[in-house]
């Protein structure tokens, strides 16, 4: 019974994790699509996969419910909404969270660090 289970919950975790993976690699050009700049993948990875993975609870424990998984979801979405807000409102009201023109133009890598993250993919002939 112990290694029926064991292997139940392997393989569930194994076919779950490959399905937020595939979300992962889908839902990055979805989101270019909507014009959403999300440059490391960080909203798929974590958003995208985090809501498969909270939605899939439910598939493999009997005990939890999609309704409460996604009150849970919806309850996550609303703080992160709100203190996201909160956080970002103080930072621009303090040291601001724009780039200049002229660091934009360069590019923060250049401005901030003063080195090209990516030369060998850059044609700037911008002077540091």
Do not use: C
Request: aromatic residues 10%; glycine residues 10%.
């Amino acid at each position: 019974w112990f290694f029926q289970m064991v292997f139940v919950a392997t393989a569930a975790s194994i076919v779950s994790g490959a399905v937020g993976g595939a979300l992962v690699v889908f839902s990055i050009p979805l989101l270019d699509r909507f014009k959403i700049d999300d440059v490391v993948g960080a909203i798929s990875a974590h958003l995208v996969a985090g809501i498969w993975g909270t939605i899939a609870v439910p598939l493999t424990n009997p005990e939890t419910s999609f309704g409460i998984q996604l009150l849970g979801i919806g309850a996550i979405g609303g703080f992160v909404i709100i203190v996201s807000t909160a956080v970002w409102y103080a930072i621009k009201l303090t040291i601001g969270i724009r780039a200049s023109d002229e660091e934009e133009e360069i590019g923060l890598d250049r401005a901030e660090l003063g080195l090209e993250a990516y030369p060998e993919f850059s044609s700037s002939s911008h002077p540091i």
